[in-house]
């Protein structure tokens, strides 16, 4: 049977290959139906749920996925069917938790989690937010070439708490 959630439930989407950070733009395909009911669920209520990177097992059809015990909230900017029961699914990333208990009585993963806060930002010099971002770039730029990609520009934000 499936239990109400309380003010601390989230609903859990694991991801094999993403991190997803507070302001990050999240494109996805979705096509499972359990994850197809999940973000109808959290559009039609208008909560977000959670992103997890998994450390052990796919994130298609496999019910023994392990997910990490952080992640980040994810807020459905937009849904867009594309036929064939998939939808296009625009979120942001939102506020950090930590996993308490992860609970396997729906389709889906959900969790009782803990939301993380933020310590407050230092001044980051405008030199050192530089820095960063050519090396970020420049990493990401290296990366897609080793997989055979390429692109010209890094889109990389200016303020630094948000690059970090």
């Known amino acids: 049977m499936t239990e109400q959630p309380g003010p601390n439930f989230l609903r859990l989407f694991p991801l094999q290959s993403v991190v997803l950070f507070p302001g990050m733009e999240l494109p996805l395909v979705v096509f499972e139906p359990r994850y197809v ?7 039609e209520a208008g909560e977000p749920f959670g992103v997890l990177l998994l450390r052990d097992g ?5 019910d023994e996925a392990n997910p990490h ?16 029961g998939r939808f296009s699914v625009a979120a942001v990333g939102g506020r950090r938790f ?3 208990s992860l609970s396997h009585d729906r389709p889906y993963l959900s969790a009782d989690v803990e939301y993380l806060e933020d310590d407050a930002p230092e001044d980051i010099g405008a030199p050192l937010v530089a820095n960063v971002k050519e090396g970020a770039a420049k990493f990401i730029k290296t990366m ?3 997989r055979g990609g390429y692109v010209r520009e890094v889109p990389l934000p200016d303020d630094g708490v948000v690059l970090s």
């Open 37 to 43: 009911q999940l973000t109808n669920e959290c559009a």
């Open 58 to 62: 796919r994130e298609v059809g496999d």
């Open 69 to 84: 015990d952080v992640g980040t909230t994810a807020h459905i900017r937009s849904m867009n069917p594309l036929g064939q």
């Open 98 to 100: 930590r996993v308490r």
């Open 144 to 146: 897609l070439a080793l």
